[in-house]
């Protein structure tokens, strides 16, 4: 695993534009778990099938070193709404998300709640699910956005809500427009809610996909570390 020279930071997200080769991803699951083996075949289409996968061996591997263990060992506990967390006490928080030949991972020490979400950055929104995700002034921020700019911009709206929904743990049971976002100096700041200390950050990824990042932290947003995660636990020749 290759780390940015950076100190280590709150909040470490690790990008992976994983292999698409067959015999990678046997090797990756031998250190996923026998549930995880079998939702891994569950998947329909290889594309899926090979998302979860690295998504998973990427999140084990990260966490193991958190944990001291290696990441056949790491447990992960899903709650009702099917949200991961680590079993054990001091556990960090933690997202995951995966698009089509990318995954993210955002692990955090020192902040309430986290959340990571990447999606294609050519995704085609129709314009009827504009109204079901934007608020009326977002809708109205798009519309003012000239044409080349405004798929990306849909795209990146998209991204920065479904972060913030992972971090609270609901996914798509609350309305993504409840949470809306309006821009201050370039950077995404969520409206309304100022019981909690939320940031919202979009990622660059070195690829070509959208990623957002939203954490909840009341001392301010902790430092970040983005890392290209290389897998270097390829057996040796």
């Not at 950076?6 to 909040?11: D, E, L, R, V």
């Not at 050519?122 to 109205?140: A, G, H, N, P």
């Not at 409206?191 to 301010?220: I, N, P």
């Amino acid at each position: 695993m290759q780390l940015s020279e950076s100190q280590p930071a709150g909040i470490e997200i690790s990008l992976w534009q994983y292999s698409r080769n067959e015999r990678d991803r046997d090797r990756w699951m031998q250190s996923l778990s026998p549930d995880e083996r079998d939702r891994a075949a569950t998947y329909r289409f290889e594309r899926d099938r090979a998302s979860f996968i690295a998504g998973r061996y990427l999140l084990r591997r990260l966490l193991s070193a958190h944990a001291g263990t290696l990441p056949g060992e790491i447990v992960l506990v899903a709650d009702e709404h099917g949200k991961l967390s680590l079993e054990g006490r001091d556990r960090p928080q933690f997202s995951l998300s995966n698009a089509d030949g990318l995954v993210a991972v955002a692990v955090a020490a020192g902040c309430e709640r986290i959340g990571i979400d990447c999606e294609r950055a050519d995704t085609k929104i129709e314009e009827v699910t504009l109204d079901t995700y934007c608020s009326l002034d977002e809708r109205r921020w798009l519309d003012e956005l000239p044409a080349h700019q405004r798929a990306r911009a849909a795209v990146e709206l998209w991204t920065l809500k479904e972060s913030h929904l992972k971090a609270l743990g609901v996914g798509l049971r609350e309305d993504p427009r409840t949470v809306a976002f309006a821009w201050k100096d370039g950077i995404p700041v969520m409206l309304g809610d100022d019981r909690y200390q939320w940031h919202h950050r979009l990622v660059e990824s070195g690829s070509q996909h959208v990623v957002a990042l939203a954490a909840c932290s009341q001392s301010g947003l902790p430092g970040m570390s983005i890392q290209i995660f290389q897998d270097d636990s390829m057996p040796s020749e």
